[in-house]
């Protein structure tokens, strides 16, 4: 079974704060992903990684940033925590960049900002 | 107006009950078209996908995918307590070499016992 896990479930942070979040899998699969859940909003990508040292934007990337220095690890940063990025932060990942239909999700980390 | 509509729900059925879970599209070069399941505090999870036009069925969960509609439903048959939970309906397009995907928003599902 794949397994995706992420650093925390929970967060809590303060406006201005640099804040790290961690997701590793196990899978050796080559597409990783994250993303940010909001009622009423669903699910929108934020960036999205399919190679070491490469990553894409999504469609809301304004405000953090992404590393992955290893296969198997993606790393979130939001650069100066505001409370607008309060949410729901899901890692993701894919067995190449044409099977990104099937995506296997970690647990979640849930994130205040205060 | 959205890429994927998606009605949040809830709705709620009596155990044993058949659902009928559906969204719409309005993007006509979508492939690939998914549902996913995400229980409460949990990551969505794969439940089935269907490449292009026709059903799908694995136990009790049956995907069905019309194209000239645009719509496609997620039935599920004598529905259970453990069904309780959020389902998300993902379709997909070839991108620049990979899968793009977008979600629906999900629809909360409740079984009553």
């Known amino acids: 079974d794949v397994k995706v896990t992420q650093s925390s479930r929970y967060l809590v942070k303060r406006t201005g704060e640099k804040v790290f979040l961690e997701c590793v899998q196990d899978m050796d699969h080559e597409n990783m992903f994250w993303y940010r859940q909001d009622p009423g909003l669903g699910l929108r990508l934020i960036y999205f990684s399919y190679d070491v040292k490469m990553k894409e934007k999504g469609d809301i990337p304004e405000g953090y940033s992404v590393s992955r220095e290893k296969k198997e690890r993606f790393s979130l940063i939001l650069e100066s925590a505001s409370t607008n990025q309060t949410s729901m932060y899901l890692c993701?990942?894919?067995?190449?960049?044409?099977?990104?239909?099937?995506?296997?999700f970690g647990p979640g980390t849930r994130l205040t900002v205060t | 107006q959205k890429e994927v509509e998606q009605d949040p729900g809830p709705l709620s059925v009596p155990e044993g009950a058949i659902v009928s879970l559906n969204c719409t599209y309005s993007?006509?070069?979508?492939?690939?078209f998914m549902w996913y399941r995400q229980y409460s505090r949990k990551g969505p999870e794969l439940l089935m996908y269907t490449y292009s036009s026709g059903n799908k069925e694995d136990g009790r969960f049956t995907a069905q995918v019309d194209k000239s509609s645009k719509y496609i439903s997620l039935f599920i048959r004598d529905s259970q307590p453990s069904d309780s939970a959020t389902y998300l309906c993902a379709m997909s397009v070839n991108s620049g070499g990979y899968q793009k995907v977008t979600f629906g928003i999900g629809t909360k599902l409740q079984v009553i016992p």
């Open positions: 993701a990942s894919s067995l190449r960049p044409l099977s990104s239909y099937e995506q296997y």
């Open positions: 993007n006509s070069a979508f492939q690939y």
